[in-house]
């Protein structure tokens, strides 16, 4: 099992770009999550889904939008990409017991 | 809103020794409370989960309390080994909606030989 898988690893972007965000899970895991973690702030939520085809906001949610496409793939997107969206981001699965596991990282630089 | 405090940024300790780090929230109890641990470049692992209801839980060398009086959850490693070097996040869930989990800023452990 892979777990919870993201892609890319790394992303340069130049501001007003847009681009995807993948994550897979191969878990069987109803509930996704999308966090962006910054020095000094920590983990904070962006998106998340309940369950397939349901979405709701999180702490951060300005300039993001999120796809549940399947149950596996929870995908966040940046349509117009801002500096102030330098940072990585964790995708994450609620498995039993309420326990998150998580991907590895996507980090994202905004120019 | 609530807020989660993680006693400080860094906690350097000797090898062997015990180390504690804290984790105080204010308002309200969490209906759980989850410690996980970050390597750098990787995502949180989770290391335990507390509930209100319990005071104490261990898993090997790592033991986990809940204070609802002081508003406070306190994480030890005993015996610490260089291995156990990473940052610690605290992350208290306030029940409902499956958003309500929020994480501490964290505590960077580094264990000395």
């Known amino acids: 099992n892979a777990g919870v898988t993201q892609t890319p690893k790394f992303q340069v972007l130049k501001t007003g770009q847009s681009m995807t965000l993948q994550c897979a899970q191969d878990m069987n895991h109803n509930s996704m999550y999308w966090y962006r973690q910054d020095p000094g702030m920590g983990l904070r939520l962006i998106y998340y889904s309940a369950s397939e085809g349901t979405t709701d906001k999180g702490e951060v949610p300005n300039g993001y939008n999120v796809s549940r496409l399947n149950k596996r793939e929870f995908s966040l997107r940046l349509e117009s990409a801002a500096p102030s969206q330098t940072s990585v981001y964790f995708c994450?699965?609620?498995?039993?017991?309420?326990?998150?596991?998580f991907g590895s990282g996507t980090q994202l630089s905004v120019l | 809103s609530q807020k989660i405090e993680q006693n400080s940024e860094a906690l350097n300790i000797q090898e062997g020794k015990t180390a504690t780090l804290t984790c105080n929230y204010t308002?309200?109890?969490?209906?759980?409370l989850q410690w996980y641990r970050q390597d750098p470049g990787r995502g949180p692992v989770f290391l335990l989960l507390?509930?209100?209801?319990?005071k104490e839980k261990r898993k090997e060398r790592l033991k986990v309390t809940f204070d609802t009086t002081l508003k406070q959850s306190l994480f030890h490693i005993t015996a610490s080994q260089p291995a156990d070097s990473a940052t610690y996040l605290c992350a208290p869930h306030y029940g409902g909606s499956q958003g309500n989990l929020i994480f501490g800023k964290g505590t960077k452990l580094s264990v000395k030989p």
């Open positions: 507390i509930r209100e209801n319990e």
């Open positions: 308002n309200y109890s969490p209906a759980y």
């Open positions: 994450a699965g609620l498995g039993t017991n309420e326990k998150l596991f």
